[in-house]
């Protein structure tokens, strides 16, 4: 659709979830649309919209998964602040709970925090996903950022959940990183390509 960003109006609900965090109490009038805005409304009906895949170098080139099909994979990489939040990692977790990660593949797991991480660990979501083949890697920025031992080597084919794939971002120039949701990564893992996640969840 072509969105840069999205407000939703703050309710009880994220007040809640703020507080749970220890984030300050903070005024949320600012946060909700003037009296008299004009509004267009659009309805999408979510159970007919495929999931969806970024490919290289953007998150602009973005199709439903079907398009990107069957693209073989060297790297699944669930981590970074936007992809590896604790729903995020029990998303993958329900894809990989009693599978294996395809031979070929290596599965990053980088948690956005050590809360999630540790929260993880405790329900037993971690442990699915480590007994899945993981590899856990430190609560950073990381492969996310092109730091450290697991930056993209040249012409690795990768699918991750952060929210960018600019070229050379995460390591060399020559990789090709697509980006997906948890379970689209996790999937992907599983079947060593670019996969529907639909196939693991029925």
């Not at 981590?79 to 395809?102: E, N």
């Not at 007994?131 to 990381?142: E, R, S």
């Not at 990789?175 to 689209?184: C, F, H, I, K």
Request: hydrophobic share 45%.
């Amino acid at each position: 659709l072509g969105a840069q960003a999205g407000l939703i109006a703050p309710d009880a609900t994220t007040a809640a979830f703020l507080a749970e965090a220890g984030a300050p109490e903070v005024d949320m009038a600012p946060w909700f649309t003037d009296d008299g805005a004009e509004l267009t409304r659009h309805r999408f009906d979510a159970a007919t919209l495929e999931p969806h895949v970024a490919a290289p170098h953007s998150p602009a080139n973005s199709q439903g998964v079907s398009h990107y099909a069957d693209t073989p994979i060297d790297v699944a990489y669930i981590g970074a602040c936007t992809g590896a939040k604790l729903d995020d990692l029990r998303m993958a977790a329900s894809v990989l709970k009693g599978r294996q990660t395809a031979a070929n593949v290596s599965l990053l797991l980088a948690p956005a925090s050590l809360k999630d991480q540790e929260t993880a660990r405790e329900e037993g979501t971690l442990g699915i996903l480590l007994d899945a083949g993981a590899k856990l890697l430190p609560n950073a920025c990381g492969v996310c950022a092109g730091y450290g031992g697991f930056r993209f080597g040249e012409n690795a084919v990768v699918i991750s959940s952060t929210a960018r794939n600019s070229r050379g971002r995460m390591g060399a120039a020559s990789s090709q990183v697509y980006l997906g949701s948890p379970y689209t990564v996790a999937a992907s893992a599983v079947a060593g390509r670019i996969c529907d996640p639909r196939e693991f969840l029925a």
